[in-house]
């Protein structure tokens, strides 16, 4: 028998049995997951037909219908019929780790710590983004995860998408770029010590994972922005300038200086002087005599005020004096020894010239 076309023969397969098996079983499992995105809620629409609103009721028309939930994000399958994530571990990742939308918030060390979560919670035969996906919006609070459930129904596929849009929704170009220029004017300003420097220019730099500055670029910021003490203390350590050392050199240097710094600087921050006993022996010498005084001053002020209080206090018109002083006191007292002195003249038998006492005044003896 003649063929009428001849075509590449297929190599045999010693283990076409096993070979046959997978296929089938990627067959079935390829069957199952499009069976299970087209009968997927989220994908379910509306598709019925025109409803005669004549024929309605007043009060069914009024009142909603209830609406399955639909998610933005298609949730693949396990692979595994039987799996499904434990509620521990759910709980895990919404109390620990939150993210809920705020200015302050960097959303690249959010996703940076998720990962590093998810590490943790890896299952033989199931996919990562598969994990990701289901474990993500669980870590996502009030902006956030009303910025998730805004997005177009079933538009989120892969976790790539999820984390790319996540960031640039939360993380724009102006925010990169207000911290890009910040990284270029870094100044030490009120940080003493040298490690608390450098950290907050790592810390810079973690911010913005996009920043695209160069090892050079950076130890010229870091460099520049130092106080001049700390620059004289690096060129000391760069036997004279920072530029005869390599880029790699200047930062192993600043990350030496440092630790260094940390060392030290700590133990003297909180190490505390001790009073000795002859300093509270003069402290309290010095308190009791300025009580003293005190005290002293005090009393003085009071029999003042109470001189002042007495000599206001006129029993006879209530003015500003004494009672002896007072003016009306006074005019009685003239009154009484004037009278008393007009019948002394009268009861004189001698007259004005004469007067029995005078015998006895010392000119006369």
Not at 110 to 132: K, P, T
Not at 180 to 204: L, T, Y
Not at 286 to 298: A, M, P
């Amino acid at each position: 028998m003649i063929r009428s076309a001849e075509g590449e023969l297929t190599p045999a397969d010693p283990e076409i049995e096993r070979t046959s098996h997978r296929r089938q079983g990627e067959n079935r499992e390829a069957h199952q997951q499009m069976a299970n995105v087209q009968n997927n809620p989220i994908f379910l629409a509306n598709e019925e037909g025109a409803v005669d609103e004549g024929n309605m009721l007043v009060g069914d028309f009024m009142t909603p219908q209830i609406i399955q939930s639909q998610s933005s994000i298609v949730y693949p399958l396990f692979g595994q019929s039987n799996f499904q994530l434990k509620t521990n571990v759910i709980q895990l990742f919404q109390n620990g780790h939150q993210f809920y939308g705020r200015i302050e918030e960097n959303p690249h060390m959010h996703v940076s710590r998720f990962l590093e979560m998810c590490q943790h919670f890896r299952y033989q035969g199931i996919s990562d983004d598969a994990i990701r996906l289901s474990l993500f919006p669980h870590t996502l609070h009030d902006k956030a995860i009303e910025w998730l459930d805004s997005q177009p129904i079933a538009s989120i596929t892969t976790w790539n998408d999820l984390g790319q849009k996540f960031c640039t929704k939360f993380f724009p170009p102006a925010k990169i770029t207000k911290l890009k220029h910040d990284i270029s004017v870094f100044c030490q300003g009120d940080s003493k010590n040298f490690d608390e420097a450098w950290n907050r220019f790592k810390n810079m730099l973690r911010k913005c994972p996009h920043h695209g500055i160069s090892k050079g670029i950076q130890v010229q910021y870091f460099y520049a922005g130092l106080l001049p003490t700390f620059k004289s203390l690096v060129d000391s350590l760069s036997n004279g300038s920072l530029s005869k050392k390599t880029i790699d050199e200047a930062l192993k240097l600043f990350e030496t200086m440092a630790t260094t710094s940390a060392m030290w600087t700590s133990e003297r921050a909180f190490q505390k002087k001790t009073p000795r006993v002859y300093e509270v022996d003069v402290y309290s010498a010095l308190s009791t005599k300025i009580d003293s005084l005190f005290h002293k001053v005090e009393n003085m002020t009071q029999s003042a005020t109470a001189a002042q209080s007495k000599k206001a206090s006129c029993e006879e018109c209530g003015a500003e004096h004494v009672t002896a002083e007072c003016p009306i006191f006074v005019q009685e007292v003239e009154q009484v020894d004037y009278a008393q002195w007009g019948q002394r003249q009268q009861n004189n038998t001698y007259g004005k010239t004469f007067n029995p006492s005078w015998k006895k005044h010392p000119n006369f003896s």
